[in-house]
């Protein structure tokens, strides 16, 4: 059975640090490009950032360039993103997606982050 499960949001203050980490389970992490998005009340779920396979490129959503970094641990089965000098635009949330070599795709169920003081 497939699972993604993200951990690690919450309520943080404007310039805080956050880091989201999303376990899977149930396919061959290593060989599925993995990103994170996120869904803000009343917007579309955007794309955050991107890893390919063995992290050979990373892409980001220009909001964040600078700020957030993504990682993966393919011996943890884990995806993670750092998130630092947050701002309230930033408060959604947070979904990780793992996409396979033939197209398939799988969602976690997301983890909240709120930034607020």
């Known amino acids: 059975q497939v699972q993604l499960v993200e951990s690690g949001g919450g309520l943080v203050q404007p310039g805080g640090s956050l880091r989201l980490s999303c376990a899977a389970s149930?396919?061959?992490?290593?060989?599925?490009?993995l990103s994170w998005h996120r869904q803000a009340p009343g917007k579309e779920r955007e794309l955050v950032g991107r890893i390919t396979v063995a992290g050979g490129r990373l892409t980001y959503a220009d909001s964040v360039k600078g700020r957030f970094t993504i990682s993966r641990d393919d011996a943890k089965n884990t995806v993670y993103l750092q998130m630092n000098s947050l701002k309230p635009a930033d408060t959604a949330v947070y979904y990780c997606n793992a996409v396979g070599p033939s197209g398939q795709g799988y969602w976690g169920q997301g983890t909240q982050v709120t930034v607020s003081s």
């Open positions: 149930g396919f061959i992490f290593s060989w599925y490009v």
